[in-house]
C-alpha cells in the first residue's frame, strides 16, 4: 500500500459583474478565500456574531478558463490513472455556480469542454433536466461517470498488467429549499437531494475524525457508491463552485465549509495490478520450450541424444517395475541411471514391490494359519479353553529353546557352484525344499527356456549395436555442426573484407574472389552432409524404439516361461507331471499347483510325507513316530482279524 495523503481542495469562482469585492477576498498565494460579513445593526451595539472567516485551500481559480481548470485540477490525477492509481473529481457546490459546466463544459465551443471527454457526452443525455429559479437548465440529480482503464505491456513477455478507474461526480446543488423556489414534485425531489447531501457531509465528517470506528456509507446510495472515493485507495480531488455575488454569501460559505471538512479527509492510493493467466500460461509455456531445447543441446554435446524427458508411458513403467523385481531377486546387478524421472519412478517401483510382496506375505499366512489380534481378549480365550494355547500366549508345539517346533528348514547354496539339473536339485535339497529363484533361473535358460533365452540375447546385441551406431553418428553430426560454425565464421570475415574493399559487379553479378567462391561450396557440401547424417540419426532412433519393444517382449516371456516351469518342476508332485509332458492334453500353466495331488494319495500318507518333510533336524524322532505309526497299525489290525474271526463262529 501506498503512503497516505490528504484530499486536495480547490474552489472555482463564477464569473460575475456583480462581484463582492468588499466581502471576498483572495490570498497572495491564490490558496485562501477570505469572507467579511458587515454587523447587522438592527441588532443592537452588542452584537457577538461571527463576521470573518479564512479557509485555505489547495488553489482558488477565478476567471479561469476551462483549459486551466483542467491543468489544476484533473492532468495529474488522470496522468496517474495511467498508471495504476485510482482517482476521484468531484464538482460541489449550490445550483447555477458552474458545476457541470466544470464537468462537461459546454458542447458549442471546442474550448469550453469541461473535464468531462466528449465521448461520454452520450450518457449525459440521459440525465433528467428542469427549470429552476437559480438556474433554468438545473441538472436535478447527482450524476458518476466512471472510466475503467486497463493497460497492458506491448512485449509479451509481461503477464502483468494495471487496472484503474477515474470517478467523475457532478452533484445536484446544495442550496436550502427556501432559494430553490421549488414546488409540488421539484420539491420533494429537492428534498431527497439535500438529504442525501446531508448524508455524504455526515460521512465526511466521519473519516475527519480520526476517533471515529464507524463510517456511515450505508446511510444513502450516494455515499455508498462512493465509498472507495472516500477515504479509500484513490487520489480524491474535490473542485468547489461558489458564487461571487453578496447576495449567494450564505451558500458560498456552507460550501466552503464542506471543502474544510474534506481537506481532513486522508486517502491511501495504491497501485492496481494484475495478472493475465493465459498470458502467464503461454509465457510459461515458451520458457519450457526454450528449457527444453538448452537440454536437448546439453543431452547432444554430452552425447545423450536418446534421454527423454517426457511423462513415462505404460511400457516403460513396466519395464522399470521388471527392472526393480530382476535387482532384488539378484539377477539384475544395477539399474542404469537415465534422468530424474527415471529415478523417482524406480523408487517408486520399489513401494509398489515391497506393497505387493506384503501382502503375498499376509495372504499366505492367512491361507495357512488363523491369525489372531493380540488385543482380542475373547478370541484369545477361546484358543485357550480349545487347547491351542496355553495361558503364558504360547501355542502349543511353538518353540521354547529346549525342545522342537515344526518349521521348513531354510535353503543355503554354496557360492560359485550351478546345479547341473531338476534332478540333482531334488536329490540334494529332498523332494519338497525348491531351489531359489536365480539359482533356477540359470538352469531354465540353459534347458527348457534355451531358445527364448538365444532370441532374446540377439534382439539386445542387435539393440546394442544400433545404440552404438546412434552414439557414432551423433559425434559426426556434432562435428559436421562445429565444422559449418567454422566455415560460416570464415565465410563472414571474407565478406567484411570485400565490402572494405569495395564490391565489384559485371552485368548485375556480384563478383567474388576464388577463396571465397570455396567456402560457399564447402557450406554447402557440410549442409547437405548434416542433412543426411541427421536423417540417418532418425531412421536409426526408430529402429532403437522397435528394438527395444522386441527385447521388453523376449525377456516378459522369458520370465513368464520360467515362472511356469519353476512351478510346475517343484511343487507339482512327479506322479502328475506326466500328464504335463509333451503331447498331453494338459499344457503347462494350464493347471494351478495348489490344485494338484497324486491320485493314490490318502490323509496318512500325508501325515506322513509331513513328518518326513517337517522334522529334519530331529532324525531319532522320526523313527519314534515311525514305530508308533506300526504299533498303531498292527493294533488296528489285529483287532480287524478278531472281529472278523468272531463273526465268523456265529
Not at 482517482?87 to 458542447?107: H, L, P
Not at 455526515?202 to 480520526?210: C, N
Not at 449567494?248 to 465549509?257: A, I, P, V, W
Not at 534332478?423 to 527356456?449: C, Y
Request: glycine fraction near 6%; hydrophobic fraction near 35%.
Amino acid at each position: 500500500m501506498g503512503t497516505r495523503k490528504k484530499v486536495h481542495a480547490f474552489v472555482r469562482v463564477k464569473p460575475t459583474d456583480d462581484f463582492a469585492h468588499e466581502m471576498i477576498k483572495y490570498g497572495d498565494d491564490n490558496k485562501s478565500i477570505d469572507i467579511h460579513l458587515k454587523k447587522d445593526l438592527q441588532r443592537g451595539v452588542v452584537n457577538n456574531k461571527q463576521t470573518d472567516w479564512s479557509f485555505k485551500l489547495d488553489g482558488v481559480l477565478h476567471n479561469a478558463s476551462q483549459d486551466l481548470v483542467y491543468e489544476t485540477v484533473a492532468k495529474d490525477l488522470v496522468a496517474q490513472a495511467l498508471d495504476g492509481y485510482n482517482g476521484t473529481i468531484m464538482c460541489y457546490g449550490q445550483t447555477g455556480a458552474g458545476k457541470t459546466y466544470t464537468m462537461t463544459g459546454a458542447t458549442e465551443n471546442y474550448k469550453h469542454r469541461g473535464i468531462l471527454p466528449r465521448a461520454l457526452q452520450q450518457g449525459e443525455t440521459n440525465r433528467i433536466i428542469a427549470s429552476h429559479t437559480m438556474n433554468k437548465n438545473s441538472s436535478r440529480s447527482h450524476c458518476i461517470f466512471t472510466i475503467y482503464v486497463e493497460a497492458h505491456s506491448r512485449t509479451l513477455s509481461d503477464e502483468k498488467y494495471i487496472t484503474s478507474k477515474i470517478n467523475l461526480v457532478d452533484l445536484a446543488g446544495s442550496e436550502r429549499l427556501g432559494k430553490s423556489g421549488s414546488e409540488g414534485r421539484m420539491l420533494k425531489e429537492a428534498t431527497y437531494i439535500n438529504k442525501s447531501l446531508s448524508f455524504l457531509e455526515q460521512a465526511i465528517i466521519a473519516l475527519g475524525d480520526q476517533k471515529r470506528d464507524h463510517i456511515p456509507f450505508r446511510q444513502s446510495k450516494l455515499t455508498h457508491a462512493l465509498k472507495d472515493s472516500l477515504g479509500g485507495n484513490c487520489n480524491m480531488v474535490l473542485l468547489t463552485n461558489i458564487y461571487g455575488e453578496a447576495a449567494q454569501l450564505e451558500e458560498t460559505l456552507s460550501s466552503l465549509r464542506f471543502a474544510s471538512r474534506m481537506k481532513l479527509v486522508t486517502t491511501e492510493p495504491a497501485i492496481n495490478e494484475k495478472y493475465d493467466a493465459e498470458r502467464m500460461v503461454k509465457n510459461l509455456e515458451k520458457e519450457l520450450a526454450l528449457l527444453k531445447q538448452e537440454l536437448a543441446i546439453h543431452d547432444s554435446l554430452a552425447n545423450r541424444t536418446l534421454v527423454n524427458y517426457d511423462p513415462m508411458d505404460e511400457i516403460q513403467i513396466a519395464e522399470i517395475n521388471s527392472q526393480v523385481r530382476r535387482y532384488l531377486e539378484g539377477t539384475l546387478d544395477e539399474i542404469d541411471i537415465i534422468n530424474l524421472r527415471q529415478i523417482q519412478e524406480v523408487f517408486n517401483q520399489f513401494r509398489v514391490v515391497l506393497s505387493q510382496q506384503e501382502q503375498e506375505v499376509e495372504s499366505t499366512l492367512r491361507r495357512k494359519y488363523t491369525l489372531i489380534d493380540k488385543n482380542d481378549f475373547a478370541a484369545i480365550s477361546a484358543v485357550q479353553k480349545a487347547g491351542l494355547m496355553d495361558v503364558d500366549g504360547h501355542l502349543v508345539g511353538e518353540p521354547d529353546g529346549q525342545s522342537f517346533g515344526l518349521g521348513v528348514m531354510p535353503f543355503s547354496t554354496k557360492p560359485g557352484k550351478k546345479p547341473k539339473s531338476k534332478k540333482m536339485f531334488k536329490e540334494q535339497l529332498g523332494p519338497s525344499t525348491p531351489p531359489p529363484k536365480p539359482v533356477a533361473f540359470e538352469d531354465f535358460k540353459n534347458e527348457r527356456g534355451s531358445e527364448i533365452n538365444r532370441i532374446f540375447k540377439e534382439n539386445k546385441s542387435i539393440l546394442n549395436e544400433r545404440r552404438k551406431r546412434a552414439s557414432e553418428t551423433t559425434q559426426r553430426i556434432n562435428a559436421i555442426k562445429r565444422e559449418m560454425d567454422l566455415t560460416k565464421e570464415a565465410l563472414n570475415f571474407q565478406k567484411s573484407i570485400r565490402e572494405k574493399q569495395g564490391e565489384y559487379e559485371n552485368k548485375g553479378l556480384m563478383i567474388i574472389d576464388e577463396e571465397e567462391f570455396l567456402l560457399i561450396l564447402k557450406l554447402k557440401d557440410l549442409k547437405k552432409q548434416y542433412r543426411a547424417e541427421y536423417q540417418d540419426l532418425r531412421d536409426l532412433r526408430a529402429e532403437i524404439q522397435y528394438c527395444q519393444h522386441l527385447v521388453d517382449q523376449c525377456r516378459h516371456r522369458l520370465l513368464t516361461e520360467f515362472d511356469i516351469w519353476y512351478n510346475e518342476s517343484f511343487f507339482i508332485p512327479e506322479d502328475m507331471q506326466v500328464s504335463l509332458k509333451p503331447g498331453s492334453s494338459i499344457r503347462p500353466g494350464m493347471v494351478p499347483v495348489n490344485r494338484l495331488v497324486s491320485p493314490g494319495e490318502d490323509d496318512q500318507d500325508k501325515f506322513n510325507q509331513l513328518q518326513q518333510r517337517m522334522l529334519p533336524e530331529g532324525p531319532d524322532s522320526i523313527s519314534f513316530y515311525n514305530a508308533k505309526v506300526k504299533t498303531e497299525q498292527k493294533r488296528n489290525y489285529l483287532k480287524t482279524m478278531m472281529g472278523l474271526q468272531q463273526a465268523h463262529r456265529k
